[in-house]
């Protein structure tokens, strides 16, 4: 058993999660602490700016605009939040045998063979004196794989330790949602959605702060049904997995005139419903759909899933003693370590790769 740091900075842009396990790359020994390092408002638009000037991106090397000013505050970010979790759980560097480090991703386009994640892994190895595997997303893309969803092997993982009766899948709802499907030795996995995406830059502009805390807005409203069947009426929901997406596939969806309450309604009922949509798709019926993320967090959205994948029972992470909001940054530790073992971290039922493939580029210090 190695033990591993994971990072995480999803498409949520809302800070740094670090998470600690011991695992051998297939079996999980222990759950270790967490940690968030928050970006603050001033570092979220530039990361917000980034996304922006990524957009004509056609090179994965280049860094247009503030492109290379973000991949900067994208290091130095993680460095912090690394330091910060060893002080705060009075750990040493030399207790660390690898770090998984994703960075953040400003574009994904895998029709184009092009994904692009920022931040430097050579130099955040030799800031931190701990060996780091990134772009763990590059070799599956350029196989003609999706590049996403990558957590599904921890999915699996995870699934093992627990008694599971029947298929299972399991929600991960960041940024964008994904979802993977797990049934004895079937594997499938995609995104479905935009996932708190819209949501969260719909509350930025309305209130300042880019979340529905507790999902109180969103209880508050009334959902538009038609808007949202007008949103689900886009090819990319009937087709079947492997699939993937931007975080701004979903951003020319506008729902300009309503309040802040219905809107957030609208929006939290669409993402539920975004999300049903996989289940007449999946080869059997679940059993249970176990929900992590920040979508976890929000009860409105729960309730909501609760009614559109009735009768199967909606549970979350949490539920089973996962931590929920950590459970990305935990499956990053992971493949690290599957990483350095030349373990397959994709898939043909998660990416559509033809063959099972390892990934990850080592970064020593």
Not at 337 to 364: C, E, H, M, Q
Request: some cysteine; proline content about 6%.
């Amino acid at each position: 058993m190695l033990t591993a740091i994971g990072l995480m900075s999803g498409t949520s842009l809302d800070g740094v999660d670090v998470a600690l396990i011991e695992t051998d790359g297939e079996r999980i020994g222990r759950f270790g602490p967490t940690f968030c390092r928050a970006y603050t408002d001033d570092e979220r638009s530039l990361l917000c700016r980034a996304l922006a000037d990524a957009v004509p991106m056609t090179d994965r090397a280049a860094r247009p605009g503030v492109l290379a000013d973000a991949e900067h505050l994208v290091t130095r970010a993680h460095a912090e939040a690394v330091d910060g979790f060893l002080r705060a759980n009075n750990l040493a560097r030399e207790d660390i045998g690898v770090i998984g480090f994703h960075g953040q991703t400003v574009l994904h386009r895998p029709e184009q063979k092009l994904t692009v994640q920022i931040g430097d892994g050579h130099t955040l190895a030799k800031t931190l004196g701990i060996p780091v595997v990134f772009d763990l997303r590059a070799a599956d893309v350029a196989a003609g794989g999706q590049g996403a969803p990558l957590v599904p092997i921890y999915h699996r993982a995870l699934v093992s330790m627990i008694n599971s009766d029947g298929p299972t899948v399991v929600v991960n709802i960041g940024g964008v949602a994904n979802i993977t499907f797990i049934d004895s030795d079937t594997l499938i996995a995609c995104d479905t959605g935009p996932g708190n995406a819209l949501l969260d830059d719909f509350m930025l502009s309305k209130t300042g702060e880019a979340v529905d805390r507790d999902g109180r807005a969103g209880a508050r409203g009334r959902a538009d049904r038609e808007w949202i069947a007008r949103a689900l009426d886009r090819p990319f929901f009937t087709l079947s997995p492997p699939k993937s997406l931007d975080r701004n596939d979903f951003a020319a969806l506008r729902i300009d005139g309503m309040s802040t309450e219905d809107g957030a309604a609208t929006l939290t009922a669409f993402t539920a419903a975004s999300i049903a949509t996989i289940a007449p798709i999946l080869p059997t019926p679940p059993a249970r759909w176990i929900v992590v993320g920040g979508g976890a967090n929000n009860p409105t959205l729960m309730s909501m899933l609760g009614e559109r994948l009735a009768p199967a029972a909606v549970l979350r992470g949490t539920d089973l003693g996962w931590s929920s909001d950590a459970v990305e940054a935990q499956a990053f530790a992971y493949m690290a370590v599957r990483s350095l073992n030349g373990l397959p971290l994709t898939f043909p039922g998660t990416t559509g790769v033809a063959t099972a493939l390892t990934g990850g580029v080592l970064a020593k210090p």
